[in-house]
């Protein structure tokens, strides 16, 4: 009792706050307390509605990241420590405004929204011409974290890190020119930036827990296909240490060893990539799948799905293409050149472009039975204008049953239950395309 007496006695502990020179809309608040506790920062724009988690350290020196705050925000914070017993000890209130977004970075309008969301925040890469960003917006749609790509490179698939603290996202060579692909590891705080070489590496890459990452990346080859010599462009899926950047990494998985290169359509006629080379497989997405360490590759232009244990590279089975080890139970083919980022158990959402379908992409949800040997639509969601996205394009299912998508091209964010209503939508500034999408329910542990 007499402590906590001295300590309402006493002058509140100055706090210092410093937004962080890499992530805009983080601040760091830095203290010095008497009393001997964890910490943790309350905040809010005109008074202290949030809260930050409680520190796991203890001690009289403090600095706690805050996050989602807004960009062009005014913020008031206060630094507060609780010892064992429950005392309480706070700093003075400090405040501070956020600068405003930067002039050239897209900003996104909501046009539907509805209080039954499970609230959350998306992660985006944003796709310009000689200018790519990743963000996170919150659901007004607003910029609460965001760094710049460097000029010149294009971020398709920005992820979140396996312990939580931070974001990965890929960057290749907006003109597909030059080979200088690699991802970047940023901090959530803004602390860290480190930086990975994906040798010949395009659209995707993949997180190990030992800390190696994995990518898609092009093998060229002179082969012959239906009796003519061409230089082919397939694709293997490499590993290296997330860090490094002196080689090219080791294969894991090959599509050459695994199947015979064919025309696949009109597009195997296409420049691959930066190569030069015919477009054989045209891969776009690698998922990781934990509970059986294995990986799932989807090559567009084969319309195939295959799934290889890691790291032997074994085949497991092939959903879609030629070859495939199921057999759909629909009619008609199952998608046309798509793209995925979420795969379970027993099932799987996609994006489906429909380059050679009718034309209006979609996303769907599919089952599969490995036993049966078979897999079927048991969702599905057309674009409501009809319209045909040949770029990209991204969806997940969210833990309350609702989907998450990426109109790429249209620039457009949307989610809609199982019955197809619509319930959020956000849509970008004219040109400003819209990369893959991961959800967010907690900035501070990543939670996906």
């Not at 502990?13 to 009393?35: K, Q, R």
């Not at 490499?238 to 090219?248: H, I, P, Y």
């Not at 046309?336 to 379970?344: E, G, K, N, Y």
């Amino acid at each position: 009792m007499l402590f906590a007496l001295i300590l309402a006695c006493s002058p509140p502990p100055v706090a210092d706050a410093v937004v962080s020179d890499v992530i805009p809309t983080v601040v760091h608040l830095n203290w010095e307390s008497t009393l001997e506790g964890n910490a943790f920062v309350r905040f809010g724009e005109t008074s202290l509605d949030f809260g930050t988690p409680l520190s796991s350290h203890t001690g009289t020196s403090h600095k706690v990241a805050v996050y989602g705050l807004k960009a062009g925000q005014d913020v008031v914070l206060q630094g507060v420590v609780w010892d064992e017993e429950g005392n309480e000890e706070t700093t003075d209130l400090v405040e501070l405004s956020l600068d405003a977004p930067p002039e050239d970075m897209p900003r996104f309008e909501v046009t539907q929204d509805s209080d039954d969301l499970l609230p959350g925040y998306v992660l985006l890469s944003i796709l310009e011409p000689g200018q790519g960003w990743v963000m996170i917006l919150d659901q007004d749609a607003d910029p609460v974290w965001y760094t710049r790509v460097a000029s010149g490179l294009l971020a398709m698939s920005p992820k979140t890190s396996l312990d939580g603290q931070s974001i990965l996202y890929d960057h290749y060579d907006v003109e597909n020119r030059t080979d200088v692909s690699g991802f970047t590891r940023v901090s959530m705080n803004g602390v860290e930036q480190v930086e990975t070489r994906l040798t010949a590496g395009h659209h995707d890459f993949a997180e190990f827990p030992d800390g190696e990452v994995a990518w898609i990346a092009a093998d060229m080859r002179d082969t012959e296909v239906d009796g003519k010599e061409y230089y082919v462009a397939g694709d293997e899926v490499r590993v290296r240490t997330s860090g490094t950047q002196d080689d090219a990494g080791r294969s894991i998985f090959s599509f050459w060893d695994s199947t015979e290169p064919i025309v696949t359509c009109d597009h195997f006629y296409d420049e691959a990539n930066y190569t030069g080379a015919k477009d054989w497989t045209h891969a776009n997405s690698l998922i990781y799948l934990p509970q059986d360490e294995s990986m799932v590759v989807l090559a567009k232009n084969l319309d195939a799905m295959v799934k290889f244990e890691v790291p032997s590279g074994k085949f497991v089975w092939q959903i879609g293409g030629g070859g495939q080890t199921m057999s759909f139970l629909g009619e008609g083919f199952a998608w046309s050149h798509p793209h995925i980022s979420h795969v379970w158990e027993d099932g799987f959402v996609i994006f489906d472009n429909a380059y050679h379908t009718n034309a209006v992409s979609q996303a769907a949800e599919f089952r599969f039975d490995v036993e049966a040997g078979t897999y079927e639509r048991v969702w599905s969601y057309e674009h409501p204008d009809k319209a045909f996205v040949q770029l990209l394009g991204d969806v997940r299912k969210l833990p309350d049953a609702t989907y998450l998508m990426s109109w790429t091209s249209l620039g457009t964010l949307s989610r809609v239950d199982g019955d197809g209503n619509l319930l959020w939508q956000a849509e970008s500034q004219l040109g400003a395309a819209t990369g893959r999408v991961t959800f967010i329910e907690d900035l501070y542990t990543l939670d996906r």
